[in-house]
């Protein structure tokens, strides 16, 4: 079983760069492929970004691609989103999300969630 638990979410004004951590807990960490989703009031939850087990392979969405950028530390057992340029529409609560092995874009395939960090661009 995995904990996750995000962090680094703000306010920022559009245009300006905010960090997100999501720390997981347990020695298997490396073995879980992360993914970070993020949902908007009355909006349903939406893919952003998923990195592989070794962290050589990423993958975004459209919307954030260019502007964001996922990460991992196994040693630390954390995974990162960097994001930049951000746009009022980038506002949302940031969850990352975890499953064995294989990557995945569809939120129904992750077992393990974090609680989320707000993130508010303003404009």
């Known amino acids: 079983q995995v904990q996750l638990v995000e962090s680094g979410g703000g306010l920022v004004q559009a245009g300006g760069s905010l960090r997100l951590s999501c720390a997981a807990s347990?020695?298997?960490?490396?073995?879980?492929?992360m993914g970070w989703f993020r949902q908007a009031p009355g909006k349903e939850r939406e893919f952003v970004a998923n990195?592989?087990?070794?962290?050589?392979?990423?993958y975004y969405a459209d919307s954030v691609k260019g502007r964001f950028t996922i990460s991992r530390d196994n040693a630390k057992n954390t995974v990162y989103l960097q994001m930049n340029s951000l746009k009022p529409e980038d506002t949302a609560v940031y969850h990352c999300?975890?499953?064995?092995?294989?990557?995945?874009?569809?939120?129904?395939?992750?077992?393990?969630w974090g609680q989320g960090t707000q993130v508010t661009v303003s404009s």
């Open positions: 990195i592989n087990t070794a962290g050589g392979s990423t």
């Open positions: 999300a975890a499953r064995q092995q294989v990557r995945a874009t569809s939120a129904q395939d992750y077992k393990y």
């Open positions: 347990g020695r298997t960490f490396s073995s879980y492929a």
